[in-house]
Antibody, heavy 121, light 110 residues
Framework: EVQLVESGGDLVQPGRSLRLSCAAS????????MHWVRQAPGKGLEWVSG????????GYADSVKGRFTISRDNAKNSLYLQMNSLRVEDTALYYC??????????????WGKGTTVTVSS | QSALTQPASVSGSPGQSITISCTGT?????????VSWYQQHPGKAPKLMIY???ERPSGVSDRFSGSKSGNTASLTISGLQAEDEADYYC??????????FGGGTKLTVL
């Protein structure tokens, strides 16, 4: 069974940093692209970032470009999101998600349960 | 990267059909076949319902169908059932090599 388990969410002050992790299992991790998608409380889904199977191509939403960095460790079956200069508007449930194939222009077919990030003073 | 435009809410009675529209631009929906739809029940993670405009994953009921015309994609649910009540989101790949979601549509089964 494909499983994605996010961790690292926390309450942090504006301007601080946080690193999210996603542990993947049940599939050949290095065959697939991965995404981070967030959902602010009571709001819709917002795509944050995507990374190809070999980290060769990476994309970011304008709202996080220059502040967030996505990365993956295929040897550890893990996806990461380094979040710097956090803002109140980054408060959300962050989902780790698997793409259907190795490039992140393919649709998301599996979602984790999410980890909560709260940015507040 | 403006969000795709969806109606905030739609409703229908059991057994009826409803259609949710999703309007973008030639830089996203109109330019690619990479349009997908997700269902989200309260407190749950989204679930893939339609991919590549009109393809249905295995295990998803054939009551769900997707289509596209120009810059607008649509999700149709036929034979509405109580368990279809949820939020629905469209998404599309864009010419900026990013993904964009719609604002979401709340489906109420009357």
């Amino acid at each position: 069974e494909v499983q994605l388990v996010e961790s690292g969410g926390d309450l942090v002050q504006p301007g601080r940093s946080l690193r999210l992790s996603c542990a993947a299992s049940g599939f050949t991790f290095d065959d697939y692209a991965m995404h981070w998608v967030r959902q602010a409380p009571g709001k819709g889904l917002e795509w944050v970032s995507g990374i190809n199977w070999n980290s060769g191509t990476i994309g970011y939403a304008d709202s996080v470009k220059g502040r967030f960095t996505i990365s993956r460790d295929n040897a550890k079956n893990s996806l990461y999101l380094q979040m710097n200069s956090l803002r109140v508007e980054d408060t959300a449930l962050y989902y780790c998600a698997k793409a259907a194939k190795g490039y992140y222009y393919f649709y998301i077919d599996v979602w984790g349960k999410g980890t909560t990030v709260t940015v507040s003073s | 990267q403006s969000a795709l435009t969806q109606p905030a809410s739609v409703s229908g009675s059991p057994g009826q059909s409803i259609t949710i529209s999703c309007t973008g631009t030639s830089s996203d929906i109109g330019g690619y076949k990479y349009v997908s739809w997700y269902q989200q029940h309260p407190g749950k993670a989204p679930k893939l319902m339609i991919y590549d405009v009109s393809e249905r994953p295995s295990g998803v009921s054939d009551r769900f169908s997707g289509s596209k015309s120009g810059n607008t994609a649509s999700l149709t649910i036929s034979g509405l059932q109580a368990e279809d009540e949820a939020d629905y989101y469209c998404s599309s790949f864009t010419s900026s090599s990013t993904w964009v979601f719609g604002g979401g549509t709340k489906l109420t089964v009357l």
